[in-house]
């Protein structure tokens, strides 16, 4: 078990589907992230958020919409995605996002994209 | 960012000590060391950081060279339950994941 929880753990959408993954923790923790991993690769950076807001963004293409209501919860919405955004989607969280805050990862969703 | 290199994998017999080695020789000065490691269908898991000193926890040791170009992660008795991909990375605001170091670990 993580302190992060991921749901849906598995995700199945079509290509004109709307959907959204959600994260979850109760560490206090201030930021959060969403990674992408490929099979048999990294994980890739996608977003993080700093205390609520956008921190950063590493260019990802405008399908993946994220969000972060409040300090508890990130969310990646998806919309209009391709065969190729096929993966496991990770959210992390860690106390701030500084040099030293180790990230806590939760298991991932794992998606794909028919 | 300072870019990691670490062996594709590497083997190690049960109850014997890892040493897996690191090299991020463009790694700033404000840069820690971080590892983590990731078993099969489950998202990585921190291990230990660090900055210029040696450090250990209950999971492991790092010793981060003099210079701050390399780094060894050391496992001190290896178990079947430690198989599994470890990453090393230097983060510095944004934690980015290298390659990856797949340890394999024999009974």
């Known amino acids: 078990d993580t302190e992060v929880t991921q749901t849906p753990k598995h995700l199945v959408m079509g290509m004109t589907n709307k959907k959204s993954l959600k994260c979850e923790q109760h560490?206090?923790?201030?930021?959060m992230y969403w990674y992408k991993q490929k099979a048999k690769k990294p994980p890739e950076l996608m977003f993080v958020y700093s205390y609520e807001k956008l921190s950063i963004n590493e260019s990802v293409p405008s399908r993946f919409s994220p969000e972060c209501p409040n300090s508890s919860l990130l969310n990646l919405h998806l919309h209009a995605l391709q065969p190729e955004d096929s993966a496991l989607y990770l959210c992390?969280?860690?106390?701030?996002?500084?040099?030293?805050?180790?990230?806590?990862f939760g298991n991932g969703t794992r998606l794909t994209v028919t | 960012d300072a870019k990691t290199t670490q062996p594709n994998s590497m083997e190690s017999n049960e109850e014997e000590p890892v040493h897996l080695p690191c090299n991020h020789s463009?790694?700033?000065?404000?840069?820690?060391i971080h590892w983590y490691r990731q078993l099969p269908s489950q998202g990585p898991e921190y291990v230990i950081h660090g900055l210029t000193s040696n450090v250990n926890n209950r999971m492991a040791s790092l010793a981060i060279a003099e210079d701050r170009k390399s780094s060894t992660l050391i496992l001190h008795r290896a178990t079947l339950r430690d198989a599994a991909v470890y990453y090393c990375?230097?983060?510095?605001?944004?934690?980015?994941f290298g390659q990856g170091t797949t340890l394999q670990v024999k009974p």
């Open positions: 992390a969280s860690s106390q701030v996002q500084g040099l030293q805050s180790p990230l806590h």
């Open positions: 560490m206090g923790h201030r930021a």
């Open positions: 463009t790694i700033s000065g404000t840069d820690y």
């Open positions: 990375t230097a983060k510095a605001g944004k934690l980015i």
